[in-house]
């Protein structure tokens, strides 16, 4: 899930990330988003080092991406998978989204649903929900097919969290919602992901951040298969 471990002695050249808070500019709004790392893994952290834009995030690529206007926000219905800080989702809301469910596994909701307060003008809160998911757990709580747009920023790397995401992926999305997936390809079973992807989905690369090695694939759920 997005919720992953951080050993501070595995990756020392990640340890000038250790900021109580990170700040961003999207959507006319300065968004400043809480983080804590020891405490949430690198769920908790943007990864935009102050002076390394190297290390810039899936997420706010994402988010320049949805800033481009290529995706219709306005007045949609849009969840976040593995939202971490949230940072998409609180985007999302800000570029006009109707209504926008923020997800992650339990650990996460308290960041979650500080940064949505922290950032989210007040008449539009309620447009804004926090929420556990656990991908493949409890999918009833969520309309079949009612959302149209899912949003997720590097949440493609645990393998054995594949079949989940993918059936997470299938139950919210009906034929015509729209999945924007922003995600390095590190290792052959990226590349298998959007294998089993494409199995169920139409999938294809609409943007690639060069300096950052960042695809953004956007898929649309195939018609289902109805036998003569």
């Given at each position: 899930?997005?919720?992953?471990?951080?050993?501070?002695?595995?990756?020392?050249?990640?340890?000038?990330?250790?900021?109580?808070?990170?700040?961003?500019?999207?959507?006319?709004?300065?968004?400043?988003?809480?983080?804590?790392?020891?405490?949430?893994?690198?769920?908790?952290?943007?990864?935009?080092?102050?002076?390394?834009?190297?290390?810039?995030?899936?997420?706010?690529?994402?988010?320049?991406?949805?800033?481009?206007?290529?995706?219709?926000?306005?007045?949609?219905?849009?969840?976040?998978?593995?939202?971490?800080?949230?940072?998409?989702?609180?985007?999302?809301?800000?570029?006009?989204?109707?209504?926008?469910?923020?997800?992650?596994?339990e650990p996460a909701l308290g960041f979650l649903a500080a940064n949505v307060k922290?950032?989210?003008?007040?008449?539009?809160?309620?447009?804004v929900e926090v929420s556990e998911l656990t991908w493949g757990q409890g999918l009833?709580?969520?309309?079949?097919?009612?959302?149209?747009?899912?949003?997720?920023?590097?949440?493609?790397?645990?393998?054995?969290?594949?079949?989940?995401?993918?059936?997470?992926?299938?139950?919210?999305?009906?034929?015509?919602?729209?999945?924007?997936?922003?995600?390095?390809?590190?290792?052959?079973?990226?590349?298998?992901?959007?294998?089993?992807?494409?199995?169920?989905?139409?999938?294809?690369?609409?943007?690639?951040?060069?300096?950052?090695?960042?695809?953004?694939?956007?898929?649309?759920?195939?018609?289902?298969?109805?036998?003569?």
């Amino acid at each position: 899930m997005a919720l992953v471990p951080y050993d501070g002695n595995y990756l020392p050249v990640l340890s000038k990330l250790h900021h109580s808070s990170a700040e961003f500019h999207f959507a006319d709004h300065n968004v400043r988003l809480t983080q804590d790392w020891n405490k949430l893994g690198v769920a908790a952290v943007v990864w935009d080092a102050v002076s390394d834009h190297r290390w810039r995030t899936t997420a706010v690529v994402m988010c320049m991406y949805l800033e481009l206007g290529q995706v219709e926000l306005t007045g949609k219905v849009a969840i976040e998978l593995g939202a971490g800080t949230g940072l998409v989702g609180i985007v999302a809301a800000l570029l006009g989204a109707k209504k926008v469910t923020i997800t992650d596994r339990e650990p996460a909701l308290g960041f979650l649903a500080a940064n949505v307060k922290e950032n989210i003008p007040p008449d539009q809160l309620g447009a804004v929900e926090v929420s556990e998911l656990t991908w493949g757990q409890g999918l009833e709580r969520y309309p079949k097919g009612g959302f149209d747009i899912v949003l997720g920023a590097d949440i493609v790397y645990l393998e054995d969290t594949f079949p989940s995401l993918l059936q997470t992926m299938e139950h919210l999305s009906s034929e015509i919602s729209v999945v924007l997936l922003a995600c390095k390809i590190r290792y052959e079973r990226d590349t298998n992901f959007l294998s089993m992807l494409k199995q169920r989905f139409t999938v294809h690369k609409v943007h690639y951040d060069k300096e950052r090695d960042i695809h953004i694939y956007k898929a649309v759920k195939l018609p289902a298969r109805r036998d003569l």
